[in-house]
């Protein structure tokens, strides 16, 4: 079983920055792949990016460039570093990890454990 808690949402303007954390307990968090997803409102729950247990990671195109997904095995958590904040990334905030891989997928079908979520609002 993993356990993750994520933390560091709230209320910024547009062009602001935050860093969502993910705090992971129990199974063996530096081998697990990671992913961030986001669901604003109405809409589905959306891949933002994920990293490997190497490290590498991914984003989608639409936070290409300022966004960036980052671990610390040391200290079983994972970032999400959030800059030039828009409003449409309002959205609620989720870490999941996925034993059944070892490469971060797009998929939330493929996760086996989430976060409860972390609330992002940017304002105009």
């Known amino acids: 079983q993993v356990q993750l808690v994520e933390s560091g949402g709230g209320l910024v303007e547009a062009g602001g920055s935050l860093r969502l954390s993910c705090a992971a307990s129990g199974r063996a968090f530096s081998r697990l792949p990671m992913g961030w997803f986001r669901q604003a409102p109405g809409k589905e729950r959306e891949f933002v990016g994920g990293?490997?247990?190497?490290?590498?990671?991914t984003n989608v195109d639409s936070v290409k460039g300022r966004f960036t997904i980052s671990r610390d095995n040391a200290k079983n958590t994972v970032y999400l570093e959030m800059n030039s904040l828009k409003p449409e990334d309002t959205a609620a905030y989720y870490c999941?990890?996925?034993?059944?891989?070892?490469?971060?997928?797009?998929?939330?079908?493929?996760?086996?454990?989430w976060g409860q979520g972390t609330q992002v609002t940017v304002s105009s």
């Open positions: 990293i490997g247990w190497s490290g590498r990671s």
């Open positions: 999941a990890a996925t034993g059944r891989s070892t490469l971060p997928s797009a998929h939330s079908a493929d996760y086996d454990y």
